[in-house]
Nanobody, 113 residues
Framework: QVQLVESGGDLAQPGGSLRLSCAAS????????MSWVRQAPGKGLEWVASIRSGGSDIYYLDSVKGRFTISRHNANNTLYLQMDSLIPEDTAVYYC??????WGQGAQVTVSS
């Protein structure tokens, strides 16, 4: 069964940090590019970051550059998103997805004092 399961969502204060994880199973994780996509309350889906299968090419949404870091551990079939210097505008449900359009269930991130 092809599956992506996010974890690590939580409430954080502005300026704080969180790390999201996405555990993959049921497919050869190392062969696929992976992305993080978010959906803020009342808004549409917004792409956040992507990483190629080998991890060498990485891309970010301008508003998260310098604050977020996407990474992957192919041996552990896991994708990560390190989020630092969080701001309230980062509040959203964060989804991981594969390049062949498999999606996780989402992790809630709330940034508030």
């Amino acid at each position: 069964q092809v599956q992506l399961v996010e974890s690590g969502g939580d409430l954080a204060q502005p300026g704080g940090s969180l790390r999201l994880s996405c555990a993959a199973s049921g497919f050869t994780f190392s062969l696929y590019g992976m992305s993080w996509v978010r959906q803020a309350p009342g808004k549409g889906l917004e792409w956040v970051a992507s990483i190629r299968s080998g991890g060498s090419d990485i891309y970010y949404l301008d508003s998260v550059k310098g604050r977020f870091t996407i990474s992957r551990h192919n041996a552990n079939n896991t994708l990560y998103l390190q989020m630092d210097s969080l701001i309230p505008e980062d509040t959203a449900v964060y989804y991981c997805k594969s390049s062949d359009d498999v999606w996780g269930q989402g992790a809630q991130v709330t940034v508030s004092s």
